[in-house]
């Protein structure tokens, strides 16, 4: 009798050290699948293990443009090299259709916006995005010999603007209820009031300043009244850890005095917020 309770005895302590065998197994194996499933949400590995930084942009001087030997140079295509580098990664220069900009994220057609953005609703509702790193404002762009008679926003309110698809440029002209047509990029905006098939295009105040005037290619316009100020900001995938990211590489970058270097570089020092 005894020896049917000692062995009745150990058949449950057996069968108890199996569950807590198996119990154990399977909670490293849960926690495996979530450092699994961390890894590969995780937008910065994903980026480190292709191997590339792909930033979405559009042809807009000072922030993202060509040089003569058709290099991307400005200050955002430069600071995003120099996270790219930082990242151990290359980085690649994809134009987009601006109206799409959120779509190429989610795609996966491109890692990051980063082009003068300004951080508008919709963007920060759609996006992960950094913070502020410049300020800028919109701006009204007429031929020099309309500028003394525009002084306010009614002033212009009989003018036809260009503006580029899907930008704050756009939203200004509608807020405004002004009579605009759509373009693909802030460059074709001017180049319209150049051309004079529009009266005066809204682009960025940094923009402007790079493009229009004395000393530049179109010397014969001028900006005149700031219809918004805002901030540029980084766009990233919803919910990306890229975004955080790239706030500490703003905050090395402005501490080591890097921003305020390139800042110098393409005349908008002013404009960069402290991180």
């Given at each position: ?21 198996g ?30 930084l ?16 058709g ?6 295509a ?19 259709d ?6 190429e ?91 004079g ?55 090395t ?7 305020e270097?390139?800042?110098?570089t ?10």
């Open positions: 009798m005894k020896k049917k309770l000692v062995a009745g005895l150990l058949t449950c302590v057996m069968a108890v050290s199996m569950m807590a065998c119990s154990k197994e399977n909670t490293e194996t849960a926690g495996d699948d979530a450092v699994a499933t961390e890894q590969a949400e995780s937008d910065v590995a994903y980026i480190q293990d292709k191997g590339t792909i930033v979405g942009i559009t042809d807009f001087a000072p922030m993202d443009y060509k040089d003569e030997s290099e991307w140079i400005g200050f955002d430069d600071i995003s090299k120099k996270v790219a580098e930082s990242l151990g990664v290359d980085v690649e220069f994809v134009e987009i601006w109206d799409n900009k959120i779509l994220l989610e795609n996966k057609s491109i890692d990051v916006v980063w082009n003068g953005m300004t951080l508008t609703p919709e963007v920060t509702n759609s996006m992960e995005c950094t913070k502020a790193y410049l300020n800028n404002a919109q701006v009204v762009v007429v031929s020099q010999d309309k500028a003394d008679s525009i002084k306010t926003a009614e002033d212009a309110a009989e003018l036809s603007f260009a503006v580029e698809s899907g930008s704050a440029g756009e939203e200004a002209a509608t807020e405004n209820n002004y009579d605009y047509v759509a373009v693909k990029s802030q460059a074709d905006a001017v180049m319209e009031v150049a051309a098939t529009s009266d005066a295009c809204i682009i960025d105040l940094l923009m402007a300043g790079a493009m229009i005037g004395e000393g530049t290619s179109y010397p014969e316009l001028a900006h005149t009244v700031e219809l918004t100020t805002e901030e540029y900001g980084v766009g990233c995938r919803k919910g990306s850890d890229l975004a955080a990211y790239i706030d500490e590489q703003f905050k970058l402005y501490d080591d005095g890097t921003l270097e390139v800042g110098q393409y005349g908008v020092q002013d404009a960069i917020v402290a991180q």
